[in-house]
């Protein structure tokens, strides 16, 4: 059963501030990337919404640990490992490569986040939790000590 | 009944981009911070969602040309006029100005964008467009030629 | 010589908008995707930035026309083509498609801005336009009309 | 000296997201709003930037606890309170507030980031952290204990 996924995207300029780097505020923006990707690799909806009735993953927290910075045209490597499946929740962790010109790739950023299964309710518009779905506990699992701290593989 | 209003606010760090300016990404955001406030100063609403039965208003076409660069830090005004109102659709001119230091200030972009009414079809979640309900209609109109073409006051 | 250029890249979650579709200021992200894209695809370098002296391509006027909606987990390709070289300006024209399922695409969207290189003025912050370099002048053209009209291919 | 600062603003309709409400990278950037006003109101600069030498605040780290949901149109109150000032580092707390149509308020989220003083050097473009400036360790001091448990004063 799946726990982890990589997914690789660009930097772009609209990304970037007048620091010359990466707004901090982006580095969860990409982990959400990996979040959509994984979901899509287990064969998962991340977001179930009909009128009237919308079901989604808002985050309880975040967390990020900046090391390296990123810049314009980088293409950086989003690594994502199953923390742990709660009844109403999953928390993840996400590691952020830049891949250097040289084949070597620096790591720029460990983060998570949580975040709850939850539906709108249509009387109050009110967020209300729910159990993981069957399809969700059958389809992902969390990761083995060795996948949150190894080096995820280029 | 209303044809314009000036909204005020400064510019975030996280606007800016590696060239040291405001993203011109950024300059339609702020064009809806005025219709925001302006619908609220006529006390209408903006966005009426209930679950099942949203309206709204997506963007037909939008503009612009930018004439002064913005700066972290820098106090803006942005001028909406109501261009037109069509039977289904509002066009809105917006400029927007850098306040200065020495108490004047300069216009740093012009543009605007069409918007229509529009609601989603709770049966196969497509936009609808429909006419703009009397209460929209009593409450704003058309600016007159000047209002268009005068500089807003400060 | 180059003239156009199609990227291809996915709706982010952080994209939408609590319309349920992408916000419209970030089209004009999109459409800068497929600019460095292209720059990258002529060999050149859209930022030149030392410590002291930036270049870089400010944006003058920009425009986008909005006929389908995109939303989260959608495919687009973003289709550029140069509309015309001028003596320190680049205009670009711009075309979104979505990518439906069953293998057609959807235009979403048209529309363009113009570019012009510009340096930033050390002594004073200021920006100064600059001629076209002949590396730029040598490395791109524009378009026949034909590449502008016509269908970008899948 | 000053150790605290509450800002307030609006929440934008491109900051929410197919399901509603703020995006929660967003909460970073309100975070960031209240900085620059603390240190405006200490009277001092941000950012620090003069061609060849720029001097900002990369953030180390960052967290946030999401506890209730905004939504287009919440104004918000974004509490800050110095929480350590080291050799090169400040480490800041921030409360969110939504204020509610009947005078109370509602907090949103509670984080923090820790920011290093920073110059970018212009031989390699690399970031090396610096020592505080005496003019910030004369103009800002850690908040007492007090300050970052009571609730901030509407």
Redesign the interface.
């Known amino acids: 059963m799946p726990f982890e996924h990589t997914s690789e995207r ?1 930097i ?3 990304e ?6 990466v ?4 580095y ?2 990409y982990m ?2 990996a979040e ?1 990707d994984f979901f899509e690799a287990c064969g998962l909806d ?2 179930n ?1 009909k ?4 079901v ?1 993953w ?9 090391s390296a ?1 990123l ?3 980088d293409t950086i490597q989003i690594h994502l490992a199953v923390k742990a499946v709660k009844d109403r929740a999953i928390e993840y962790q996400f590691r952020i490569f830049r891949k250097n010109p040289d084949g070597t790739r620096t790591q720029a950023a460990k983060g998570g ?1 949580t975040t709850m299964f939850t539906m ?1 309710d ?2 109050n ?1 009110m ?1 209300r939790s729910l159990d993981l779905p069957p399809e969700i506990r059958a389809g992902i699992q969390p990761a083995p000590p060795d996948a949150l701290k190894r080096p995820a593989d280029l």
Chains 1, 2, 3, 4 share one sequence.
């Open positions: 660009r772009e300029f609209s970037t501030d007048m620091a010359g780097l707004h901090f505020s982006n969860f923006r959400e990337t959509r991340l977001i919404s009128p009237g009735f919308v989604g808002p985050r309880m927290r975040a967390d990020c640990r900046f910075p810049r314009f045209g986040f709108l249509p009387d518009g967020l």
